[in-house]
């Protein structure tokens, strides 16, 4: 199974969420594949009943399967990583003090892991202490060009820019996107992403010089009714990655 995700130009794939195999499997298609799908550990019981749910999933959708915490829980971290050992999805979620743990369970370089971290309020800085323990402590500020050299020590493939509250953090994610093309490292803007806000936070990355981005678009395109995530929603998020990478 495939282990690396698919990128729209080699630029673009996006992080959704799916209700079902069915629901994942139509909005794989919606979008040409360029897609990974969350599925959240916190879901489940146990590891076991993870991976075998998991597994499912991934042989209808190429394994374009997103491990995810659960809403950026710290608790989950371990969990992620064990199901991701066994899975060998094509993504993780990970909070910034489990990627390199994660990292060697896997124990190959193609699956993206990425690591929270988090705006401070203070443009060009950023909150790494987003581990179960670090997070109850005192903040860890360090400046966005030391955060990504400490997540490729640890073999992150990408930061994960969480909570951003849409467009309420851009000036300090304006900063990141520009550490992330300079240092040549993934970008996954998360928290608050819509319709609305898509095309101006994928074009400030792309216009950064970012050369991969990971846009988590969550809860804003479920339908409340059914759960589902809704592929009219993903089609409209397609036509503006085809018109903003062009």
Same mark, same amino acid.
């Given at each position: 199974m495939m282990k690396e995700a698919k990128f729209y130009?080699?630029?673009?794939?996006?992080n959704v969420l799916a209700n079902s195999i069915e629901n994942a499997k139509e909005?794989?298609?919606? *979008?040409?594949?360029?897609?990974?799908?969350?599925?959240?550990?916190?879901?489940?019981?146990?590891?076991?009943?993870?991976?075998?749910d998991m597994k499912l999933y991934a042989k209808e959708i190429n394994n374009a399967v997103s491990v995810g915490l659960g809403a950026g829980d710290p608790n989950q971290w371990k969990m992620a990583a064990e199901i991701s050992k066994e899975?060998?999805?094509?993504?993780?979620?990970?909070?910034?003090?489990g990627v390199g743990y994660t990292r060697a369970l896997l124990g190959q370089k193609e699956t993206l892991v990425n690591a929270l971290i988090s705006p401070c309020g203070k443009v060009g800085y950023v909150k790494v202490s987003t581990g179960p323990l670090s997070s109850k402590a005192e903040d860890g500020i360090v400046s966005v060009e030391t955060a990504i050299e400490m997540l490729k020590d640890m073999g992150a493939s990408s930061v994960k820019?969480?909570?951003?509250?849409?467009?309420?953090?851009?000036?300090?994610?304006?900063?990141?996107?520009?550490?992330c093309a300079k240092q040549d490292f993934i970008l996954e803007p998360t928290g608050g992403i819509d319709l609305d806000n898509f095309?101006? *936070?994928?074009? *400030?990355?792309?216009?950064?010089?970012?050369?991969?981005?990971?846009?988590?678009?969550?809860?804003?395109?479920?339908?409340k009714a059914t759960g589902k995530t809704k592929v009219e929603d993903i089609m409209k998020i397609y036509e503006i990655i085809k018109r903003v990478v062009e």
């Open positions: 130009k080699d630029r673009v794939c996006i909005i794989y298609e919606a *979008i040409d594949g360029h897609i990974l799908v969350g599925l959240l550990s916190k879901n489940y019981p146990t590891v076991e009943a993870a991976v075998e899975l060998q999805p094509q993504h993780v979620n990970q909070v910034f003090t820019f969480f909570p951003m509250n849409g467009l309420n953090t851009i000036e300090e994610y304006k900063v990141l996107a520009e550490a095309e101006e *936070i994928l074009t *400030i990355a792309l216009k950064a010089g970012v050369k991969k981005v990971v846009p988590h678009v969550y809860t804003s395109i479920v339908d």
